[in-house]
């Protein structure tokens, strides 16, 4: 068993072999078959590269041999037929050479190719430019297919750049000629435009850049507009006009990016297509014009412009603003004027949107930080005086002048003045009216550049906003303790009215004393010098704070005028019933009122009056507080003090 088994194997072993050698024998053949069939086909393409190499020049020599110098020597539409076999079969030739790289057969052929494609290019170089000087649409039609047949579109368009563009750029741009006239510029890109119409019709009208274009006709692959028009365009705008690209000056480099962006706008709206814009827009020279134009050094310079005026004016400090501003303070009057330049029509560019909106917002920033700086430094400097004055006729004329006077005073180191303090007060509230117009014509700016997130823009000016208000209570604290402080002075001369009655047989009074005129003054001032400046509501609110405020020091001081006279009536009547006797001196001469009575209803006369005058202010005594408390207190004096009759 086991020999049969070892039999059949060493069969199985000698028939593998057998089948193995028969298989590479068969792969041997195939191979050399292969190997064959692509010299063959080598040859093949050798052979056509030599039949098409003597096709083409027994056609030339053929067109030689009548008698004429080129073919352009024929007919037109001869020659241009004629060029187009020429190219169809070169295009097979090229082909095939490819293919054929590397035999030692191509190598002898190459000088008789090179010769055939210099002469091809010649001719057809020869025959685009008579085509164009002629305006001959069928010379021109052939030669561009031509040119795509034998893959040199590029070649032609080159040619027409040199031959048909660059003539025209070098007689219309001229360096002299902008300098010279005032609109120099926008009158020679017009003449660029014009260069299109009138020149490049022809070119538009075969290769379909033209409307009338008829599509059977149409030779596709090219656009004159933005490989042969446009590079001669800007080389001749880059090295004829050396300063159009100079940021120095601000205004004039303006005008020129303005009046050059426009240009370049009409210019595409002369290309054909859509797509042709997107190859000008892509094209080096586009980039290379459009890099040019140094927008961070012109962006750099206005801000150096409209900061550095905001800076001068907050170094002036709280100087007054010109006249016919609606602002109070130079440094506010600045402010909006610098805001608005951000975006006005002579500064603002498209492209630097980002960059103006950031300044517009450091604007804002610095003059915030201005006004808390002044206020702080203030704070640490003011020395508050004593505003109390003798009760005399002189005091009538004492007002808030003595704080006025120093309104203009441009320390911001010193004590703030009423006047400043109202200034900067008014100018912060004009600027929360403002900023939304000037929201609205950001956003109508940046509408234009396809921004459309304008909460973003919201936000950032409502927390610029949010900066400036954050200021006002300081200021509403100060002007309103200023304010309650005058008043205050004068009305402590409530407490001179003992003074005046007591002992002195003075009549029964009839009117207010002057102190209260005196101590009202301050705001009747406020209500009349700021009525143009101050809206209603914020004067009426100092008002309101600063009577509150005296009218609580006020309460206090009749009160204790009134324990004062009650203490002292007290005491002449344990006196009296001592000695048994009246004093002289506590009955009057006028209807027996006596002294304390006629101080009681002296004070009840003054706080009716002070009343009388918080309405004619605009304002409700039910609005202060303790008014009411302090009406009743006198009120129950005085029934405490009829006017006996004789």
Known sequence: MCCRILFFFCVLKSLRSSVNEVIKAIDDRLSKQDDIQRKKMCV???????????????????????????????????AGQILERIATEFNQLQFHAVQSKGMPLLDKVRPRIAGITAMLQQSLEGMLIEGLQTSNVDIVRHCLRTYATIDKTRDAEGLVGQVLVKPYMDQVVVDRFVQSHPNGLQVLYGKLLDFVPHHCRLLREV?????????????PGYDFLVNSVWPEMIKALEE???????????????????????????????CGSQASVRRLRAHPSYQSFQNKWNLPVYFQLRFK??????????????????????????????????????????????????????????????????????LSKAASTEVTKDAAKPLSSSASSSSLTSHEDSGSDSSATSALSTKQMVSIAADVDKLQEEIPALSEMIKQRLELIGFSNFDIISDSLADSQASLSSNLPTINSRVTQRLSESCCGYLKCASEVPRLYRRTNKDVP??????????????HQLQSDYQDVLKESIRKDW??????TSTQRYYDTVADVFSSVKKMEESLKRLKQARK??????????????????????????????????????????DISLFSSLLELVQGAKDLAPIEQP
């Open 581 to 622: 006797t009246v004093s002289s001196s506590s009955l009057g001469t006028n209807g027996g009122l006596t002294d304390d009575n006629k101080i009681r209803l002296q004070l009840a006369l003054d706080v009716e009056y002070f009343g009388e005058q918080i309405q004619k202010m605009g304002l409700q005594t039910s």
């Open 44 to 78: 093949l393409r050798l052979v056509q590269v030599v039949r098409s190499v003597e096709k083409i020049e027994k056609i030339l020599y053929s067109q030689n041999s009548k008698d004429t110098h080129s073919l352009e020597g024929n007919s037109p539409l001869l």
């Open 543 to 548: 008002l309101r704070v600063a009577l509150c």
């Open 240 to 270: 004829k006009l050396s300063s159009l690209f100079n940021p120095g000056n601000p205004d004039t480099f303006y005008e020129k990016y303005t009046v050059s962006m426009d240009f370049v706008r009409k210019y595409e709206r002369q």
């Open 510 to 523: 009839s009117k207010a004393s002057a102190y209260v005129d005196n101590s009202l003054k301050p705001l």
């Open 207 to 219: 290769t379909g850049g033209a409307v009338s274009s008829d599509k059977a006709d149409i030779v």
């Open 305 to 374: 412009e409209i900061a550095g005026d905001l800076e001068t004016a907050a170094a002036g400090g709280l100087l007054e603003a010109p006249a016919g501003s609606s602002y109070c303070l130079m440094v506010s009057h600045v402010l909006w004027n610098s805001l608005l330049k951000c975006w006005a029509e002579k500064i603002y560019l498209p492209l630097l949107a980002h960059r103006f909106w950031k300044l517009t917002l450091q604007l804002l920033s610095r003059y915030s930080i201005f006004v808390s700086e002044v």
